[in-house]
């Protein structure tokens, strides 16, 4: 798959360009990123405002990737596998923190526990939370920026398969092509996390009006996931491949 997206990037501009758009897209879609943007957009009640989270998430990651872009064009610097590693470590950490925050508002706006109830000869249990204050802060627009959007994507920005696109710009002979791949790239990585962010935010807007113990359960379940993702991917690059080996 490298070598023949190598082949493709010789041959001519457009195709460089073409590719870094459809690259960023792509990465938008991976599931880290798709964890921690649902812990975010969980609670929010407009799907503007959840558009919005996955902008600055994409405009974060752009920065970091320039940063990045500028060293390895300017000062031929190269990421090693386990710096990369590092990065990803941070990841983990960081997707860990997200899904515990989740629970956190969770229990901060009601009490959480699980209802046991018998039909018959069966019985089943489902997580209830009872209302209680919430921290939501509204404006007067119905939006919010989230700096910590922001932040997100910056550390994705330099983790992962986005370390994996740093390969890609040696191989440009114009440096000056090289920082618009960059950006074509960061392009495409912020509409694709705007798309991903309003498809995600869809279940929890339509259940957060009329189905609040659903819209509560998908919450839980964003949670669950980023804790359980971020401690995969920490033990992965932690332990299993040896950074701290």
Known sequence: MQSISLAFLTTSIPAILGLGFFLGLKHATEADHMAA?????????????????????GMGHTISLFIAGIFVLLLNFQISE??????????????????????RKLLKGGRLHFHTHEHGDRSHVHPHIHDGATDEVHSHHGLSLSPKALFIGMVHGMAGSAALMLLVIPTIDSKTVGLIYIFIFGVGSIGGMMLMSLIVSLPFRLTAMKFERV?????????????????SI?????????LFG
């Open 82 to 103: 386990r710096t990369e590693r590092g990065m990803e470590f941070c990841v983990g950490l960081m997707l860990t923190i997200l899904g515990l925050n989740v629970f």
């Open 37 to 57: 943007v649902s812990t975010i957009v969980s609670d929010r009640k407009s799907i503007w405002n959840s558009m919005l989270v996955g902008g600055l998430w």
């Open 234 to 242: 920490v033990y992965e690059k932690g332990f299993s491949e040896g």
């Open 215 to 231: 819209n509560q359960i998908l919450q839980v379940a964003a949670g669950i996931v980023s804790v359980v993702l971020g401690l």
